[in-house]
């Protein structure tokens, strides 16, 4: 999911020139054309903030939803949804001629709901502040594992060990999310250059396939519990 992230993130910065992912570009945005006097790009990085937010919002209401059904798939109906929007950026964005040019500003809206909805599926999952939509955060938890294992490289811990497993797999853990992520980028913003929009669409397959079988799980449950209900 790191990687689809990094690849969302770099169709918006090629696709509209904006960054998408996380708070901290929109909030730049709206400092920078307040004190330009841009009130247009000051609305659209307001717009951004509420778009992410109201995405993670969106996921933490799907999972309640699917929580109180006992559904096993919490954290699918977001996916689902991601990959349908995911599905409409591309198809738009490939018509893009009969579209005008407020395309831009909605389908920067729309990727940083994309993302807020990831954003709050990665935390539910890993039941952690972790994000895979942007890597701030990341790269410093990254950094602080590092300097553990380099401040301390002869101390033993106390079960006698140079570092326990949980260090190493959050070492591990880090690193390949900041990796996925970095190396989305770079898929993301070479398959933009092209094929254009329908980059979208692989992107939206693969959260389909991260969805399907809990998806499929649960449809399996619902048809033997119709068919007892019906004996």
């Known amino acids: 999911m790191a990687f689809t992230a990094g690849a969302i ?5 090629v696709a509209v020139q904006r960054y998408v992912s996380g708070l901290s570009g929109p909030n730049a945005q709206v400092t920078e054309a ?3 006097e841009h ?13 992410f937010v109201c995405g993670a919002a969106t996921t933490g209401a799907l999972v309640a939803r699917a929580q109180r059904l006992h559904l096993q798939a919490e954290s699918s109906h977001p996916l689902v949804l991601e990959a349908a929007l995911l599905l ?3 198809l738009a964005g490939a018509n893009l001629d009969a579209l005008g040019p407020w395309f831009g500003p909605v389908a920067a809206v729309l990727l940083s709901y994309v993302l807020g909805l990831q954003n709050a599926v990665v935390s539910h999952i890993a039941q952690t502040e972790i994000t895979t939509t942007h890597i701030t955060g990341v790269v410093t938890e990254l950094g602080a594992e590092l300097a553990r294992w ?11 060990a140079m570092h326990s497993g949980s260090d190493v797999q959050r070492l591990a853990l880090y690193a390949s999310v900041a990796g996925l992520f970095v190396g989305g980028m770079g898929v993301g913003a070479v398959a933009f250059d092209l094929v254009g929009y329908l980059v979208a669409l692989p ?13 499929l799980q649960d449809l399996q449950a619902m048809e033997t519990a119709s068919r007892q209900d019906g004996r």
């Open 39 to 51: 009130s247009a790009w000051a609305f659209l990085g307001v717009g951004l903030i509420v778009a």
């Open 150 to 160: 380099f401040v301390k490289p002869n101390a033993k811990t106390k079960q006698g």
């Open 34 to 36: 307040l004190a330009s």
């Open 88 to 90: 409409a950026f591309g």
């Open 9 to 13: 993130n770099a169709c918006g910065l």
């Open 203 to 215: 992107l939206a397959a693969v959260l389909l396939v991260l969805a399907a079988p809990a998806m």
